[in-house]
C-alpha cells in the first residue's frame, strides 16, 4: 500500500467513525466542530498527498521555491508581521516529498529571504538590535527542527510500509502484498489479453530440517530458496512467501511453454541448491496457466493450490503444470 492508499484509507475510516458517532442533531457542538476541524485535516492531507506523491523531486522544489518567493514577497508588505509559521510549508514539502538534505538547504533559504526582505526596509543598512538577529536565529533552529522532524517522520512512514509489505525473513513479498500486486497484474492481463502463470511451490520435509538440525538452518534454508527463485526470474515476475514453507511466483505475460520451461530450471535449481548443502529437502510444485486472466486472485491461488496437493499425493518432488480452459477453468 503506498502513500496515496494509505492517506485514503485513514479518512475513509475517519469518515465512517464520525458518521457513526455524530450526527446533525447533536447538540455537543464543541466536540462536533472539533471532529469537524480534524475531518477537513485528513481531507486536506490526503489532497496534498494526492497532488505531490506523483510529481517529481524537481516538480516539488520548482513549486516550493515559488511559495517561498510569494512568501518573501508578503513578507516584505506585511512589514513587522511575523509569517515565520507559512515558510514552514515550503520547507516541509521539501523534507517530505525531496528528502532531509533538501529540506535542510530549503531552511536555509528561508532564512536567506527572511533576511532580505527585513533589511530591505532598511535599505540593507544592517543596523538592526542584536536582538533583531537573535529571533531570525531562532527562527532557523525552528525550521530545522520542523524540517528534521518531516524527515523522520517520513523515514518512518516508509520503514512501516516496507515491515507491513515484506516478509522479514526473506525479504520478499508478503501473502497480503501479493494479492495487492497481483490484482493489478491480473486486471492489466485481462485488459491486453496476456497470458498468466502462476505457480505454488511448497517445501516437501522441511519440518524435519527445523526438528533436527534447529531453526536457524530452516531459516537459512529458506533463504537459500529466496536467492535461488529470485536470481533465475524476470524482474516484472512477482514471488512471495506464503507461509512457514511456501512460495508463490506470478508470470505476467507468460504463456503455457515458456512456464513450463522456467519453471523445470527453477525446480531443477531448488534441487541443486539443496544438494550442495546436503539438505533433504524436495520440492512439490503446482502450477496453471490462464491464456485468459480469471477474475479474481483467489481462483488462481486455490487452482495452482489444488495442484501442488496434487503433487504431495502422488509421492512428493514434482512439477504439475496445467493450462487452464473454459472446461477446468475453477
Known amino acids: 500500500m503506498d ?104 531552511c536555509l533559504l528561508a532564512l536567506a529571504t527572511r533576511f532580505t526582505v527585513n533589511e530591505a526596509h532598511t535599505s540593507f543598512a544592517l543596523k538592526s538590535a542584536s536582538l533583531h538577529y537573535w529571533n531570525e536565529g531562532i527562527e532557523l533552529l525552528f525550521l530545522l527542527i520542523m524540517s528534521l522532524l518531516f524527515s523522520a517522520l517520513r523515514k518512518n512512514l516508509d520503514s512501516e510500509k516496507t515491515l507491513a509489505n515484506v516478509d522479514p525473513l526473506t525479504g520478499v513479498l508478503n501473502r497480503r502484498a501479493f494479492f495487492d500486486i497481483a490484482e493489478y497484474e491480473l486486471n492489466r492481463s485481462r485488459r491486453y489479453e496476456h497470458a498468466t502463470t502462476i505457480a505454488y511451490i511448497d517445501l516437501d520435509n522441511f519440518k524435519g530440517i527445523n526438528d533436527r538440525l534447529g ?77 485468459k486472466a480469471p477474475p479474481c486472485v483467489e481462483e488462481v491461488i486455490k487452482k495452482a493450490d489444488m495442484l501442488m496437493y496434487e503433487v504431495k499425493r502422488s509421492g512428493k518432488n514434482r512439477l504439475l503444470h496445467i493450462e487452464a480452459t473454459e472446461a477446468n477453468n475453477g
Open 215 to 291: 531453526h536457524a538452518v530452516g531459516d537459512s534454508l529458506l533463504t537459500k530458496v529466496t536467492e535461488t527463485i529470485a536470481s533465475n526470474i524476470r524482474s516484472t515476475d512477482i514471488l512471495s512467501r506464503f507461509g512457514g514453507d511456501e512460495f508463490v511466483i506470478l508470470l505476467p505475460e507468460t504463456p503455457a511453454e515458456a512456464a513450463a520451461t522456467f519453471l523445470g530450471k527453477i525446480h531443477s535449481q531448488l534441487d541443486r541448491a539443496m544438494s550442495a548443502r546436503n539438505w533433504p529437502v524436495s520440492f512439490s510444485i503446482g502450477a496453471v496457466t490462464y491464456p
Open 3 to 106: 502513500r496515496v492508499q494509505a492517506s485514503e484509507a485513514w479518512g475513509r475510516a475517519f469518515e465512517s467513525h464520525t458518521a457513526r458517532h455524530f450526527h446533525p442533531g447533536d447538540t455537543s457542538s464543541r466536540y462536533r466542530h472539533s471532529f469537524a476541524g480534524t475531518l477537513m485535516f485528513f481531507r486536506i492531507h490526503k489532497e496534498t498527498v494526492n497532488l505531490f506523491s506523483s510529481r517529481s523531486s524537481v516538480t516539488v522544489i520548482s513549486i516550493s521555491l515559488t511559495l517561498l518567493a510569494l512568501l518573501g514577497w508578503i513578507d516584505y508588505l506585511t512589514g513587522d508581521y511575523s509569517l515565520i509559521v507559512f515558510y514552514l510549508i515550503p520547507v516541509s514539502l521539501v523534507a517530505w516529498f525531496v528528502n532531509r538534505p533538501s529540506g535542510m538547504f530549503f
